[in-house]
């Protein structure tokens, strides 16, 4: 059974970073596409980023471009999203997500993943 496991998040003041981990149960890790999306209070569900099985080609959303970055380490399952240079806006619940057998072009066009992390939430306030 598919399990991804958010951690990393916290209360922030703006202009500070963190870096959010994703852990992977095997379904195998090394050859799926990997996601992060973020959802604010009201507002829909928004891809961040997203990475390729071996990290070489990666996708940030332009609103959070320069700041945010996407990363993977396969020998231990996970996913990371480092996160700087925070905002108000940036506040939301973050999550990992995946869907097997497709490629970041996948994510980017907009198809869904099939498997949820429970989220992290991420706080940015003065």
């Known amino acids: 059974q598919v399990q991804l496991v958010e951690s990393g998040g916290g209360l922030v003041q703006p202009g500070e970073s963190l870096r959010l981990s994703c852990v992977a149960s095997?379904?195998?890790?090394?050859?799926?596409?990997m996601s992060w999306y973020r959802q604010a209070p009201g507002k829909e569900r928004q891809l961040v980023a997203a990475?390729?099985?071996?990290?070489?080609?990666?996708y940030t959303a332009a609103s959070v471009k320069g700041r945010f970055t996407i990363s993977r380490d396969n020998t231990k399952n996970t996913i990371y999203l480092h996160v700087s240079d925070l905002r108000p806006e940036d506040t939301a619940v973050y999550y990992c997500?995946?869907?097997?057998?497709?490629?970041?072009?996948?994510?980017?066009?907009?198809?869904?993943?099939?498997?949820w992390g429970q989220g992290t939430q991420v706080t940015v306030s003065s």
């Open positions: 997500a995946m869907k097997r057998g497709v490629s970041t072009d996948y994510y980017i066009g907009g198809g869904l993943p099939d498997y």
């Open positions: 095997e379904f195998p890790f090394s050859m799926t596409a």
């Open positions: 990475i390729s099985p071996p990290g070489a080609t990666t």
